[in-house]
T-cell receptor, first 113, second 113 residues
Framework: EAGVTQFPSHSVIEKGQTVTLRCDPI?????LYWYRRVMGKEIKFLLH????????ESGMPNNRFLAERTGGTYSTLKVQPAELEDSGVYFC???????????FGQGTRLTVV | KQEVTQIPAALSVPEGENLVLNCSFT??????LQWFRQDPGKGLTSLLL?????REQTSGRLNASLDKSSGRSTLYIAASQPGDSATYLC????????????FGRGTSLIVHP
């Protein structure tokens, strides 16, 4: 069975540009989480989907970040326009339910220059 | 708000030693606690998941314990090997309504041959 997959693995963009990250969770997992790790800091929660609904988006830094999960399958995280401080590694995770083991993707390393 | 602390931040040991990594959390109302491993430039690999009703979980040379009342978990690594070198992360899912895994900063482990 395929694990959580994220695309792209790396992205380098200029300040002011737009980037869209994609996450494909494990099939059948209703819960999908987005996290971000900025260099030297802990992994911070961004957003939690249950199926296609945003259950908790309290970790989203500002309105330049937009996450969607159409049809309750894959999810996208768009950053528009990107700023230098958005650089970091963006992780996606999925789980069957909130009490179950969470499985993480390899992450997308975003560099804004 | 749940806060997770991991001690030590870094650890360097010779091969063969038995190790204890510590994780503490401020809110004892938890669903579960999960230990992960992260290799440089890679995603998070789940090691052990302990439900709130459990006291410990074992997988091979790894043993994780949970003491909810004192807000602590330990990850015990027996007979450490150079391949164990990685960052070890603890994530706590609270049961207070948000069901979001909250991460500590991790313990960076180096095992010398």
């Amino acid at each position: 069975e395929a694990g959580v997959t994220q695309f792209p693995s790396h992205s380098v963009i200029e300040k002011g540009q737009t980037v869209t990250l994609r996450c494909d969770p494990i099939s059948g997992h209703d819960n999908l989480y987005w996290y971000r790790r900025v260099m030297g800091k802990e992994i911070k929660f961004l957003l939690h989907f249950v199926k296609e609904s945003k259950q908790d988006e309290s970790g989203m830094p500002n309105n330049r970040f937009l996450a969607e999960r159409t049809g309750g399958t894959y999810s996208t995280l768009k950053v528009q326009p990107a700023e230098l401080e958005d650089s970091g590694v963006y992780f996606c995770a999925s789980s069957l339910d909130v009490a179950s083991e969470a499985f993480f993707g390899q992450g997308t390393r975003l560099t804004v220059v | 708000k749940q806060e997770v602390t991991q001690i030590p931040a870094a650890l360097s040991v010779p091969e063969g030693e038995n190790l204890v990594l510590n994780c503490s959390f401020t809110d004892s109302a938890i669903y579960n606690l999960q230990w992960f491993r992260q290799d440089p430039g890679k995603g998070l690999t789940s090691l052990l998941l302990i439900q709130s009703s459990q006291r410990e979980q074992t997988s091979g040379r790894l043993n994780a314990s949970l003491d909810k009342s004192s807000g602590r978990s330990t990850l015990y690594i027996a007979a450490s090997q150079p391949g164990d070198s990685a960052t070890y992360l603890c994530a706590v899912t609270s049961s207070g309504g948000s069901y979001i895994p909250t991460f500590g900063r991790g313990t960076s482990l180096i095992v010398h041959p």
